[in-house]
Every structure is written in C-alpha cells, then in structure tokens.
C-alpha cells in the first residue's frame, strides 16, 4: 500500500517568510496533486503535477515534482495570513483512488 | 453549477442513532467518492462510485455504513447506531475521467 508522508507535520511563521514542505510517497506517483484544505471546510484543489521534474508556479506558490516522481515540495514566498490551512499531497495511484498525506497545517502570523 | 454541495454542513447525534448525509456532486461528473477525515489526518477513502455504480468499497466501511447513488446523480451515505468513534469530517468528491477530485465542503459529525 502507498504511503505519503509530509513533512513537516506543523508550521507556524511570521507573515512575509519563506517556506518549504514536502511530500514523499513510497512509491511513484501517477499523478500528484497538492490541496489547501482550511478549518471545517474540504481541500481545495491547487495543482496537479504529472511529468518528473515539473515546476508549477501558482502566484506565490512554487510546486516541484522530483525527477524520479517519489517526492514533491511546495514553496510559498512572503506568506501571508490567507494561506493558513492544512496542505494535503495526494496520489489518485492510477486508479479512481486518491490517497492523501497525513498534511502539514501552516499557520501564518500577521 | 458551483460545485459540489453536502448536507447537512453539521449533525450531533445520539449514540445509537441513525444519520443520513447527502452529496450533489458537479453535473458532469460521472464518478463520485466519499471520504472519511478525523482530527490531524488526511482524507481516508471509503468508497466509489461510477454512475450508479458502487465499485469499491473500503474495509473502513463497516456493515453499519452504507452508500448509495440511486440515478447516478446524487448520493446519500447512511450510518446506522452511529458510535462515538464515527465522530469525523465525511466528505463527498466528484470528478470525470478527465479532471481531478473536486470536494465539497464535507458534514461535520459529532456523535455524543
């Protein structure tokens, strides 16, 4: 069974810093999305990133998918209070199945 | 369409008593997931429909659960003598063959 872990498990930072997590999965991905989910409310889907080596860039974030597909980081640049929430990697392991990470909850201070 | 909706948004219940949730997905998406969340974890997959369809079910769902799709279209999940540790977040997803999963908002459960 795949296992995706994300790290790390929690974050908390000053508005305007910079940031890094990631994801890393026990297998390769077929295809990997990355979901903001924020309190008492369902993820949000944010990317999909398919092609080993592939670099998103969604305003502020940067989402890079590891060459051999086995990991994948996020980067949020000046981090602002909207994007506090629960970041959420998923693999849909080339089925109709998605499995998640256990997520990294942000939390950004103003 | 604005996507897919859940309700109730919240249900407190009884121990021991039955709850009914439902899910309308996006129009045209065939394939509709539920999902089960508790406190500091991802999203756990319980089942699967395509259409009408139930494809899969998780070893999650346990005989207490159950899920239907009638037309194809919306979809209730049942849970019957609800139990304290049912308590969760259970979200539904749509998507077709082409697209990612799209969640709704998800039912917040408290069994007390």
């Known amino acids: 069974t795949q296992l995706l872990e994300q790290s790390p498990q929690f974050l908390s930072i000053q508005e305007g810093e910079n940031l890094t997590v990631y994801c890393n999965s026990s297998?390769?991905?077929?295809?990997l999305q990355w979901y903001r989910q924020e309190p008492g409310e369902g993820p949000v889907l944010l990317v999909t990133v398919v092609t080993g080596g592939e670099v998103k860039k969604l305003k502020r974030l940067t989402f890079q998918f590891g060459d051999a597909r086995k990991d994948s980081s996020l980067h949020i640049t000046a981090a602002q209070p909207g994007d506090t929430g629960l970041y959420l990697c998923?693999?849909?392991?080339?089925?109709?199945?998605?499995?998640f990470g256990t997520g990294t909850r942000l939390k950004v201070l103003a | 369409d604005t996507g897919v909706s859940q309700d109730p948004r919240h249900k407190i219940t009884k121990r021991g008593q039955n709850v009914t949730f439902r899910c309308d997905p996006i129009s045209e998406h065939n394939r509709l997931y539920w999902y089960r969340q508790t406190l500091g974890q991802g999203p756990e997959f319980l089942t699967y429909f395509q259409n009408e369809a139930q494809l899969e079910k998780s070893r999650l769902l346990s005989d207490r659960f159950s899920a239907e799709r009638p037309k194809g279209s919306f979809s209730t999940l049942e849970i019957q003598r609800t139990e304290q540790g049912d308590s969760a977040m259970y979200l539904c997803?749509?998507?077709?063959?082409?697209?990612?999963?799209?969640f709704g908002q998800g039912t917040r459960l408290t069994v007390v």
């Open positions: 297998s390769v991905f077929s295809s």
């Open positions: 997803a749509s998507s077709s063959q082409r697209t990612e999963a799209f």
């Open positions: 998923a693999d849909s392991s080339g089925t109709y199945k998605y499995i």
